[in-house]
Nanobody, 113 residues
Framework: VQLQASGGGLVSAGGSLRLSCAAS????????MAWYRQAPGKQRESVAI???????QYAPSVKGRYIITRDNVKNTIDLQMNSLRPEDTGVYYC????????WGQGTQVTVSS
């Protein structure tokens, strides 16, 4: 399945962005999903997880600022990012939470100080 992330951009510290991930078929309804971030020079890490029964988990660095949701009408997994910090900068990807498959292109998020 192809996973297409969008919604990134350049924002000032304290600002907000909303990312969206689209996929075909029922991929989101049968897989726990996650948003991942790869900061410059660092390994890709999971920042938010949404299970098929709508339980959520967040990395400590984003807890209280990010919200992951599923839109069943649009068939997307979204990530609302608030109170952004320069350290949130990176390329954001969505993929299955526990056994990620092929990675899509991701979307660049840049937070200026």
């Amino acid at each position: 399945v192809q996973l297409q992330a969008s919604g990134g951009g350049l924002v000032s510290a304290g600002g907000s962005l909303r990312l969206s991930c689209a996929a075909s078929g029922r991929f989101f309804s049968i897989n726990d999903m996650a948003w991942y971030r790869q900061a410059p020079g660092k390994q890709r890490e999971s920042v938010a997880i949404l299970s098929v029964d709508d339980r959520t988990q967040y990395a400590p660095s984003v807890k209280g600022r990010y919200i992951i949701t599923r839109d069943n009408v649009k068939n997307t997994i979204d990530l609302q990012m608030n109170s952004l910090r320069p350290e949130d900068t990176g390329v954001y990807y969505c993929n299955a939470a526990w056994r990620p498959g092929a990675w899509g292109q991701g979307t660049q998020v840049t937070v200026s100080s």
